[in-house]
């Protein structure tokens, strides 16, 4: 059993940097592939970046590559996601996931924290 909580989100302008941290419960965290998505109103959940049990796996959404990094610190259990020039369409709420791959879909994860609230203006 895992639990998340995200923190870091907030309202910015379009060009400035956030950083997501989610944090998780329990002792398995590094056996864990970490993944964020995020969700805009009336939208589906899309896929931003998910990272492997170790660090040494990292897979990214076209719309974010080069913009975002995706980190992990398994001592801390926490992972976080470096978001650099922010545009108005990044805006939505995004979630962190655990799950047993690096997988792109979020059917695949099975723990889910409650989501943190990022607002870019433009």
């Known amino acids: 059993q895992v639990q998340l909580v995200e923190s870091g989100g907030g309202l910015v302008q379009a060009g400035d940097s956030l950083r997501l941290s989610c944090t998780a419960s329990?002792?398995?965290?590094?056996?864990?592939?970490m993944g964020w998505f995020r969700q805009a109103p009336g939208k589906e959940r899309d896929f931003v970046a998910a990272i492997g049990w170790s660090g040494g796996t990292t897979n990214y959404a076209e719309s974010v590559k080069g913009r975002f990094t995706i980190s992990r610190g398994n001592a801390r259990n926490t992972v976080w996601l470096q978001m650099n020039s922010l545009k108005p369409e990044d805006t939505a709420v995004y979630y962190c996931?655990?799950?047993?791959?690096?997988?792109?879909?979020?059917?695949?994860?099975?723990?889910w924290g409650q989501g943190t609230q990022v607002t870019v203006s433009s």
């Open positions: 329990g002792r398995t965290f590094d056996t864990y592939a």
């Open positions: 996931a655990a799950g047993q791959t690096v997988a792109t879909t979020w059917r695949l994860y099975g723990y």
